[in-house]
Each structure stands twice: as C-alpha cells, then as structure tokens.
C-alpha cells in the first residue's frame, strides 16, 4: 500500500510569488490533514478535510492560505503571495476513519517551503 | 489552549536506555501519541496511550499519567537507528485534530 506522498519535497521561491503543494492521500482515506512547522517550533494543525468537504479549518493562518480538495481524492495547499514567515515543513496527513486518535493517521514526509 | 513540553535534546550509548518525559496542559484529552521523526521523512506513529498505565511495544514502552498530564517514552537496547527527534502529541477535544510538543531529538553514540 502506498503512503502519503506529498509534492514538491522541497520548493524555494521569493516573497511575493505564488507556490502550491500538493498532497496524495493513502487511497480510500477519506479524512486529510494539513499541518504546518516552521522553524523552531512545533508542528500545527491547519486544516481537515472529509472528502472534499472542509471540517475545520481553524489553524490556516490567514487568507493567503487555500486549500482544496477537488473530488475527494488529492489535496493542494495554495500560498499566494508567499511571506517570509510562511517558510516551514507543510505536512499531510490522512486517515480512513474521522479520528486521528489511535492509530489510524499516516503522515507524508512534508513539503520544505522556504521564501527569500 | 494546548501546552505540551519536552526536552529539546537527549544524548545517550548504543545498548542503553533513553527515556523521554512529555507534559501537557490541554483542552480535552483522547489520548497521547509518540511519533518518531527522521531527518527529512514523515512521522511515524510509535504509541498510543488513552488509559494510565505502561504500553509495551518491543524495545519502545509508554506511559501515560492522565491526573499529572505526563507521558513518557522508553527506548530501551537503544541502536544507532534510534537516532531521530520524538515527537509527543495529544489529540484534543476534536478528536481528528493532534497538537504536538516540539520534538526530542535523540542521538545514540557508539
């Protein structure tokens, strides 16, 4: 069975410029979540989707942050226009059921995003 | 709001113990979890822990302490592949959301 695999594994662009991650769940996984590490600090819950529904997307930092989930299957994460303090590790995470409590979320190894 | 706390660093031999103390301060509990990191990979779940008590799983064991909000982490027979940060995280309220402490990287010495 194939992980969580997320797109680019590294992305470097200038303050001001548009960049979109994408992420592939594990197949059959209706639940996906995007969390966020920037340097230093601890990884943050941004968002969860049910298929292509947004169940909560209380930790997207602000409105230059879009995610989408178009037809239930991969995810993109849209940052436009890029700040300085969005460089960080963007992870995906997906599971079958709609709790990450246990032992069901499976992670991707994370987008490196650094903006200069 | 959720606090969680561990140490930033721990250094330990090969064939040794290492144990890892998480806190935590948070609104609503479902259990904590112990995710291992390496360099560049995803996380991958280790333990889960809801009820007080010792997990055993192999060479890594958890504890949970639900009146003290604490957790930890045991590796035992500790190899040079056990070098990696730790990662303690306790799902809340939501329970389809974790909120994560900052990581315990462990390097193991020959």
């Known amino acids: 069975e194939a992980g969580v695999t997320q797109f680019p594994s590294h992305s470097v662009i200038e303050k001001g410029q548009t960049v979109t991650l994408r992420c592939d769940p594990i197949s059959g996984h209706d639940n996906l979540y995007w969390y966020r590490r920037v340097m230093g600090k601890e990884i943050k819950f941004l968002l969860h989707?049910?298929?292509?529904?947004?169940?909560?997307e209380s930790g997207m930092p602000n409105n230059r942050f879009l995610a989408e989930r178009t037809g239930g299957t991969y995810s993109t994460l849209k940052v436009q226009p890029a700040e300085l303090e969005d460089s960080g590790v963007y992870f995906c995470?997906?599971?079958?059921?709609?709790?990450?409590?246990?032992?069901?979320?499976?992670f991707g190894q994370g987008t490196r995003l650094t903006v200069v | 709001g959720q606090n969680i706390d561990q140490p930033t660093e721990m250094t330990a031999t090969e064939g040794a113990i290492v144990q890892i103390n998480c806190t935590y301060q948070t609104s609503g509990f479902n259990g904590l979890f112990w995710y291992q990191q390496h360099a560049g990979e995803a996380p991958t779940f280790l333990s889960y822990?809801?009820?007080?008590g010792l997990e055993e799983k192999g060479r890594f064991s958890s504890f949970l302490s639900r009146s003290k909000g604490y957790s930890y982490l045991l590796l035992k027979e500790l190899q040079m592949k056990d070098s990696a940060s730790y990662l303690c995280a306790v799902g809340g309220s939501n329970d389809y959301k974790l909120s994560f402490g900052a990581g315990t990287t462990v390097t193991v010495r020959a």
């Open positions: 989707f049910v298929k292509e529904s947004k169940q909560d």
């Open positions: 822990n809801v009820l007080d």
């Open positions: 995470a997906s599971s079958r059921t709609n709790r990450v409590v246990g032992t069901e979320a499976f």
